[in-house]
């Protein structure tokens, strides 16, 4: 049986340059996906999982994300003064412990595995796992939840996998399967943003991540891979060379890559339409709009 998973890491500290002007004085993962920000939906996707432990990779300029965890005495005395409870319970369900979250800054842009080494001083000699905010997954159970689940059987380490179009894998870390049993792929290698041509596969690794703490001892050691960043890839590959497990996990769901402009377009779409209270004025809008499209 594996250790149990209580800590989970958020790199946030990317500039969000592709969301400029919008990104100028507002973090990205504040950033609204219908009525809440996207590092909304990635703590509601730890909470689900039994994460307690939240530690946050910033860099300047993030203040707005550290402020939107905390209270808001005026804003909720108003709301209780004006007994909107529904939007009281609304607002409280933002609030963090004190305590549960922890904040590191990563002073230079050197990539995901140097953003997830700078925590390791906070993580400690457990397991844990990583969250990408720009990567919304709606699904039935928490994507990190089934990850969870089946990680309690396996150990070792853990990645989100997904297929992507063959042409695409230059854009992602790629797995090398030996064999697949239900939603566990067996891994025996993992390249990062390999030419389509180089690639072993089409299953592509997505931010969602159940790392042992051997990793981070692995990251002790990197130098500068692919795109002259410390990948995080190249950390959990060098595990499967000292015979340590990797396991790739084919979640139940649908990715949306909301840091792209148009996969935070489509995850708009998808979301307000699950909405009850949205969902109709908006259908009717896309069914009115359709035929100008072809």
């Known amino acids: 049986m594996a250790n149990k998973v209580t800590t989970a890491v958020f790199p946030v500290a990317g500039m969000g340059t592709r969301f400029l002007p919008a990104t100028k004085s507002v973090p990205k993962e504040i950033m609204t996906l219908v009525d809440r920000p996207l590092i909304q939906y990635a703590i509601d996707e730890a909470r689900a999982a039994g994460i307690t432990e939240f530690i946050f990779v910033t860099s300047r300029g993030k203040g707005a994300l550290e402020d939107y965890f905390d209270l808001a005495p005026n804003l909720e005395?108003?709301?209780?003064?004006?007994?909107?409870?529904?939007?009281?319970?609304?607002?409280?369900?933002?609030?963090?412990?004190?305590?549960?979250?922890?904040?590191?800054?990563?002073?230079?842009?050197?990539?995901?595995?140097?953003?997830?080494?700078?925590?390791?001083?906070?993580?400690?000699?457990?397991?844990?796992?990583?969250?990408?905010?720009?990567?919304?997954?709606?699904?039935?159970?928490?994507?990190?939840?089934?990850?969870?689940?089946?990680?309690?059987?396996?150990?070792?380490?853990?990645?989100?996998?997904?297929?992507?179009?063959?042409?695409?894998?230059s854009s992602y870390g790629v797995l090398d399967v030996t064999s697949q049993e239900?939603?566990?792929?067996?891994?025996?290698?993992?390249?990062?943003?390999?030419?389509?041509?180089?690639?072993?596969?089409?299953?592509?690794?997505?931010?969602?991540?159940?790392?042992?703490?051997?990793?981070?001892?692995?990251?002790?050691?990197?130098?500068?891979?692919?795109?002259?960043?410390?990948?995080?890839?190249?950390?959990?590959?060098?595990?499967?060379?000292?015979?340590?497990k990797v396991y790739g996990y084919r979640f139940e769901g649908q990715r949306f890559d909301c840091g792209s402009k148009s996969g935070f377009l489509q995850a708009t779409v998808a979301y307000g339409l699950q909405r009850p209270e949205l969902r109709d004025d908006l259908a009717a809008y896309i069914k009115d709009i359709a035929p100008s499209l072809n």
Request: proline share 5%; charged share 30%; aromatic share 4%.
């Open 77 to 169: 005395e108003e709301l209780r003064r004006k007994g909107k409870d529904d939007l009281l319970n609304i607002l409280e369900q933002t609030n963090m412990d004190s305590g549960a979250i922890a904040y590191v800054r990563q002073h230079k842009a050197l990539g995901l595995g140097h953003a997830v080494w700078c925590a390791r001083r906070l993580i400690g000699d457990q397991p844990f796992a990583v969250i990408l905010p720009d990567d919304v997954i709606s699904a039935d159970k928490p994507c990190l939840q089934q990850m969870v689940e089946a990680y309690e059987e396996t150990g070792g380490n853990m990645v989100a996998a997904m297929e992507v179009a063959p042409e695409k894998t």
């Open 182 to 244: 239900g939603n566990l792929l067996d891994v025996k290698g993992m390249v990062e943003k390999p030419k389509p041509e180089d690639s072993p596969s089409n299953l592509a690794v997505i931010g969602r991540y159940i790392l042992s703490p051997t990793v981070l001892k692995n990251l002790d050691a990197m130098k500068q891979g692919a795109g002259g960043e410390i990948q995080l890839t190249d950390a959990i590959a060098a595990d499967l060379e000292k015979d340590r």
